[in-house]
T-cell receptor, first 112, second 117 residues
């Protein structure tokens, strides 16, 4: 079975631009969570979605938004990019919102 | 808010030897889950082992086992018979089991494990 997939794998943007990152969960998983991992640190929670509803949001500005589609895939959007948004963005899926999370390979975003 | 602390930025172990990675956490909750994830240079975060706080028995997964001390809020990972493929960044993570809250993982800063011949 395919694991969690994310696209693109790498992305380079300039300050002020907008970016959309995509995630497809493991088949049968209905919950998707997003994390930001800055170099040298542990991942930080951004959002969790379950059955297309937002279940939780971390301490991130409103420039960050997300949504989940009827097929349970998800998008993370970041507006007005800042240099500090450069990070590895990880998506994790789980059967239910309270179940164990399995991670995708991540999208490496570089903001110049 | 819950916090997770990994006090060993780097550890080294010889192949076939045993190594223990430390993790402590702070929480006022009584029901929660603890995890160890492995992140090799390929970046993919891989689940190594999971522990439910209500279970007194320590979890084991093949060569990986934990020492869970609930009163001390300690959750260490022991890797036996270390292999070159175990070289990676290891993250300890906490997740609340309180219903009605987001099921977010709170991670430590990680321990980089080197495996030498």
């Amino acid at each position: 079975d395919a694991g969690v997939t994310q696209s693109p794998t790498h992305l380079i943007k300039t300050r002020g631009q907008h970016v959309t990152l995509r995630c497809s969960p493991i088949s049968g998983h209905k919950s998707v969570s997003w994390y930001q991992q800055v170099l040298g640190q542990g991942p930080q929670f951004i959002f969790q979605y379950y059955e297309k509803e937002e279940r939780g949001r971390g301490n991130f500005p409103d420039r960050f938004s997300a949504r989940q589609f009827p097929n349970y895939s998800s998008e993370l959007n970041v507006n007005a990019l800042l240099l500090g948004d450069s990070a590895l963005y990880l998506c994790a899926s789980s059967l239910g919102w309270e179940k164990t999370q399995y991670f995708g390979p991540g999208t490496r975003l570089l903001v110049l | 808010a819950q916090t997770v602390t990994q006090s060993q930025p780097e550890m080294s172990v010889q192949e076939a030897e045993t190594v223990t990675l430390s993790c402590t956490y702070d929480t006022s909750e009584s029901d929660y889950y603890l995890f160890w994830y492995k992140q090799p240079p390929s970046r993919q975060m891989i689940l190594v082992i999971r522990q439910e706080a209500y279970k007194q028995q320590n979890a084991t997964e093949n060569r990986f086992s934990v020492n869970f001390q609930k009163a001390a809020k300690s959750f260490s990972l022991k890797i036996s018979d270390s292999q070159l493929g175990d070289a990676a960044m290891y993250f300890c993570a906490y997740r609340s089991a309180v219903s009605g809250t987001a099921s977010k993982l709170t991670f430590g800063t990680g321990t980089r494990l080197q495996v030498t011949l």
